[in-house]
């Protein structure tokens, strides 16, 4: 394996060798099997989270003609691959990166057992199903201590109707009039309980010893390398969260907003930097999203965090909207990259004064939302885009030259 790659990660052929099969397999197993995760790309190559695909393994039993000497009948490629994993020799171990200084610190050991252990339990859930009922757990774990206790009990006794009819009545309680979780989908775990005792079990040894809101965190970042490239429009990572909170630079009690704010570790890590840099909260925190279910989400990070927001859905469409609902001395943003579909008919009909956004691509149009909610001269927008945002047309690419130029000055 190669020497220079981050600890916890895997190739394709790495896969291969580890669960002794031909590479041609992984790439079947890639194709065939919707839970198979998307790959993330680190230093120009694809790999795959090592726990993730241990998990993986876990559910694929070995036929028993491909069975080695010694391997029981239904051992699983899991079994084989953690073994080859464990035999390889401490000069083949990748190496790990270290993080910049001042950067928080990277996932605890504990941590990446908790997830492996909610891998080994999620069966054929669906990954965006699965996130969302354990990041529910881990909140109802920390706002509903003694209703828990009674959760825990009833799934413990194999009365999984009624802790799962239980579990929906807490829901409620503590997020109401919001999106709800959906049993229906989660096929063994409605039927018998028991897959959700282990999960509860585990969220709550997890939450004791190390707390709601770095459960919620850790997990959440977890959720997002499992899901791959659809886990873009609601999670920003770690790295880009610190940049962006950087180059802000928030050190006064002033407003905050994120108009993208996907599960909010943007505004978690703004207000953080406020509380720090000031000794107060923020005046105020605001968060928009066009989607409810990813907005419980970041209302729950953010209440575990301890920090106060007023989260509200908006359209996308609304983008062009030249009188935002307010306006705020810190805006921070990453927005959906490259949407399409995103305006109702033609965007030359819109508010745009750094000039028109291409109807297939959003990008332009969320930079210049973003500096419609600025407020005053001192205000900060900043917002992450893979490419420098253009404008529609080459006939207002003077005004998006003089936009750069105006981001540019202010810093």
Not at 133 to 156: E, F, K, M, N, Q
Not at 223 to 250: C, I, M, Q, Y
Not at 356 to 369: I, V, Y
Request: net charge neutral; aromatic share 8%; with cysteine.
């Amino acid at each position: 394996m190669a020497t220079n790659r981050p600890d916890g990660y895997v190739s394709r052929s790495d896969i291969a060798r580890l669960a002794e099969v031909r590479r041609p397999a992984v790439t079947n197993w890639e194709r065939r099997h919707r839970d198979f995760p998307s790959p993330v790309s680190i230093g120009g190559e694809e790999l795959f989270e090592r726990s993730v695909i241990g998990a993986l393994l876990d559910r694929r039993v070995i036929a028993s003609n491909a069975l080695m000497v010694g391997e029981p009948a239904g051992s699983t490629y899991g079994t084989r691959f953690r073994r080859n994993l464990a035999m390889r020799s401490d000069e083949e171990r990748p190496v790990p990166v270290p993080a910049p200084s001042g950067a928080p610190p990277g996932p605890s050991d504990e941590e990446d057992v908790l997830w492996e252990k909610l891998m080994r339990l999620r069966g054929p859930v669906d990954p965006a199903q699965y996130r969302d009922l354990v990041l529910i757990l881990v909140y109802l774990r920390v706002r509903r201590g003694g209703s828990w206790d009674a959760v825990t009990r009833d799934l413990r006794e194999g009365h999984g109707p009624i802790a799962l009819a239980r579990l929906s009545a807490e829901v409620e309680a503590v997020l109401p009039n919001q999106w709800m979780l959906d049993w229906s989908g989660f096929g063994t775990l409605n039927r018998s309980g028991r897959r959700l005792a282990g999960i509860a079990d585990a969220v709550d040894q997890a939450v004791g010893r190390r707390g709601g809101a770095e459960v919620f965190h850790g997990l959440l970042g977890h959720f997002a390398l499992l899901e791959g490239r659809k886990s873009g429009n609601f999670h920003t990572p770690d790295s880009v969260v610190r940049a962006l909170v950087e180059v802000l630079s928030p050190d006064l009690p002033q407003a905050i907003h994120d108009p993208a704010c996907g599960t909010g570790e943007l505004l978690v890590a703004a207000a953080a930097r406020v509380r720090e840099a000031s000794g107060r909260p923020p005046s105020s925190v605001r968060g928009e999203t066009s989607d409810g279910r990813t907005l419980t989400l970041a209302g729950m990070n953010l209440t575990l965090h301890g920090v106060d927001a007023d989260l509200a859905t908006r359209p996308v469409h609304e983008l062009w909207n030249p009188y935002p609902r307010s306006r705020f001395e810190y805006v921070v943003t990453n927005p959906p990259f490259n949407m399409g579909d995103w305006y109702p008919g033609d965007p030359d009909r819109g508010w745009w004064p750094y000039g028109a956004p291409p109807a297939h691509n959003a990008n332009f149009a969320w930079l210049q939302h973003a500096v419609a909610c600025s407020r005053g001269e001192d205000a900060r927008p900043s917002s992450w885009h893979p490419t420098p945002p253009t404008p529609r047309t080459s006939e207002n690419g003077r005004s998006a030259r003089a936009w750069w130029r105006a981001a540019a000055s202010k810093g």
